[in-house]
């Protein structure tokens, strides 16, 4: 019989990590009165919001952001002016943070190793470190400082600087920090953190601890902290890749999806098809062969040809359309996590891709207003099992976060709009630095036919503009269908839609050959739903001939949730809005439910297979949308569609 797996024995604390400002002296409020003075010099006053940029930054970020601030001047002089007064008042008035040097003394008396790991540079650094011995500190083992590392906070390198000086593991250190920019450097290190907040706030999470005061730390508790980290977690526990040919190239990436788990995190396969490399990096990369047979456990409705993989012992079945590796993620600790992956793969001569899902989603600013929203964001994403997205309100950062974690692919355009796909972007289409609304498109190619020539589609998206917005000019104010129709004109979303189809013309012309879909959230009913038959939920109105759906019609494409849902009283299939169930102006009047985001198509080789709008798990409504499993105050729409 083989022995249960032993959990890894606890992890020894082998050095604690200090910042300075802040968290061992009380130079944070010398540091942004310095700040404060400099900006009013220059016609600034210094804000809450300006924390980012000054709070646990270089001199010289925090230079360059107050000369963007006040008229692109010089950032040279300011620099120098910041180091010169900054470094008189910490001669002058450095404090020792309550609970500093208690801290530093006990972990001295353990033996404990600690290091000074500033955003300072090294004059001032000296001058603090002179006044805590001045006070009873006997030193640190390591100091780096600003002028030591090539990028400083909220980047790693200063922490992975003094651990290889310490010649100790990040994942065995904790980092003691005051501010979310050194919080950011610690984590990206791999260290665990000791949060105590001076000025701006910081919430707990795995792998981090917030006290109020070092007077509440001690070695124990940082020992805890190293002993008790989080192990790593896989967001899902299964996925399933694009679909690998036999004799081509695969590829593919799960590190993006693990969380927690003290660094580095490496991975391995227990369980692999024999083709199939899964690399330390979290990479998977092999060519499937004809015949190949294939190695994993039985996965429920699909089994598979196989030989076990070395020691496993793992059951051999018939089934050659879906690959299965076991891919685990060990951290520095020992601790494990597991995910299954299972890999279409089909044979050289197959016909290409004929099924694909597609997904329009407004991400309700980045998703920021819910927790967690960007691990929330993937989870929907691997859910949902789609092959293409056309996002909103996409944050600028949202589109290349989302890419880099599930391995996909991505064009993002202006700080809103992105197309993202599981399958390689060929081409940008549109203006790249289009606004807050407009379009932005790509050409996909979901796969090739057996002869190598691609077999592609063009995927749009957009958002138009929301204000005024027609149900509540209907259903609030009773406005006729005329002046309805007048008002929409007035938006400017009948011009902007008319903009879109304009850029999207030469796509459009050639659909029969290449597939198009237009995605968006439009903020605009359509006249589908608005039928003499479905006045109840409009505010008695209907029909109303909206004219942003009329436009997209007249141009060819084709509305896929009414495809597959004719009847509106049935299916009404409403985005807007999952969240608000009440007008958010606190009347307590019914807020409109309509249906607002759509995935439009071109093209006699596309089927609407069927097509549903989605808004899982568990959400309270407005304001309370902290906690929401659904990270977005619209639904999706997601539609499966048989491609000839």
């Known amino acids: 019989m083989t022995p249960p797996p032993q959990?890894?024995?606890?992890?020894?604390?082998?050095?604690?990590l200090f910042d300075m400002d802040g968290t061992l002296v009380d130079t944070e409020q010398l540091w942004w009165d310095t700040v404060a003075d400099a900006a009013?010099?220059?016609?600034?006053?210094?804000?809450?919001?300006?924390?980012?940029?000054?709070?646990?930054?270089?001199?010289?970020?925090?230079?360059?952001?107050?000369?963007?601030?006040?008229?692109?001047?010089?950032?040279?002089?300011?620099?120098a002016e910041l180091h010169r007064e900054f470094a008189e008042r910490v001669r002058t008035g450095v404090v020792p943070r309550p609970g500093a040097l208690a801290l530093l003394g006990a972990l001295r008396d353990e033996g404990v190793p600690t290091a000074l790991v500033t955003a300072s540079?090294?004059?001032?650094?000296?001058?603090?470190?002179a006044a805590l011995e001045q006070a009873g500190h006997g030193g640190f083992t390591v100091t780096v400082t600003a002028d030591d590392t090539i990028l400083t906070k909220p980047s790693p390198d200063p922490y992975l600087a003094a651990c290889r000086a310490l010649r100790v593991a990040p994942a065995a250190c904790v980092a003691v920090e005051d501010t979310p920019t050194g919080v950011a450097s610690a984590e990206a290190a791999g260290c665990q953190v000791l949060a105590v907040p001076s000025v701006a706030p910081i919430a707990p999470a795995p792998g981090r601890t917030v006290l109020a005061s070092l007077e509440e730390a001690t070695p124990g508790r940082l020992r805890a902290l190293v002993a008790d980290a989080p192990g790593p977690r896989f967001l899902v526990p299964a996925l399933t890749t694009r679909r690998a040919r036999a004799g081509r190239p695969f590829r593919a990436t799960v590190a993006g999806l693990v969380r927690a788990g003290a660094q580095p995190v490496t991975f391995a396969a227990s369980v692999r098809p024999d083709w199939l490399t899964v690399h330390a990096d979290g990479s998977l990369t092999g060519t499937p062969v004809a015949g190949t047979r294939f190695v994993g456990p039985p996965v429920a409705g699909t089994p598979f040809v196989g030989t076990p993989a070395l020691g496993t012992g793992a059951p051999v079945t018939e089934a050659p359309e879906t690959a299965v590796a076991t891919v685990t993620a060990v951290d520095a600790h020992g601790a494990t996590a597991h995910l299954t992956v299972r890999i279409p793969v089909v044979p050289a001569d197959a016909p290409p891709l004929d099924r694909v899902r597609v997904m329009s989603w407004n991400l309700w600013l980045g998703g920021v207003p819910v927790d967690d929203h960007r691990d929330k964001q993937l989870a929907v994403l691997l859910d949902a099992d789609v092959d293409a997205v056309g996002l909103q309100e996409t944050a600028v950062h949202a589109a290349p976060e989302l890419a880099g974690a599930l391995g996909w692919f991505h064009h993002a355009a202006g700080e809103n709009l992105a197309v993202l796909s599981r399958h390689p972007i060929?081409?940008?289409?549109?203006d790249p630095g289009v606004g807050f609304y407009g379009a932005a498109g790509a050409r996909i190619r979901l796969d090739e036919h057996p002869d190598g020539t691609p077999h592609?589609?063009?995927?749009?998206t957009a958002h138009l503009n929301h204000a005024p917005y027609g149900p509540y000019d209907a259903c609030f104010d009773g406005l006729p269908e005329a002046a309805l129709v007048r008002r929409e004109e007035e938006s400017g979303r009948v011009r902007q839609i008319g903009e879109v189809l304009a850029a999207m013309a030469p796509d459009l012309a050639a659909a029969d050959h290449t597939p198009v879909l237009l995605t968006g959230d439009f903020n605009a009913p359509s006249h589908l739903d608005w039928t003499a038959g479905a006045t109840a939920p409009h505010g008695g109105r209907g029909p109303v001939d909206w004219p942003v759906s009329r436009a997209v019609e007249r141009a060819g494409l084709r509305d896929s949730y009414r495809e597959a849902h004719p009847d509106p009283v049935t299916a009404p299939g409403s985005t807007w809005s999952p969240v608000h169930p009440q007008h958010e102006d606190g009347s307590g009047r019914p807020e409109p439910q309509d249906r607002i985001d759509y995935v439009l198509h071109a093209g006699a080789r596309l089927t609407v297979l069927d097509s549903t709008a989605v808004a899982t798990g568990r959400n309270t409504p407005w304001p309370d949308v902290a906690a929401n499993d659904w990270p977005s105050d619209h639904a999706a729409v997601v539609t499966t569609y048989r491609l000839s």
């Open 426 to 430: 060929t081409a940008a289409l549109g």
């Open 456 to 460: 592609e589609l063009v995927l749009w």
């Open 121 to 129: 540079p090294r004059e001032v650094a000296e001058t603090v470190v």
């Open 7 to 16: 959990a890894p024995a606890p992890t020894r604390l082998q050095a604690v």
């Open 40 to 79: 009013a010099a220059l016609g600034h006053t210094l804000a809450a919001a300006d924390q980012p940029d000054v709070l646990g930054r270089p001199v010289e970020h925090t230079a360059r952001f107050l000369a963007r601030r006040c008229g692109d001047v010089p950032a040279a002089p300011i620099a």
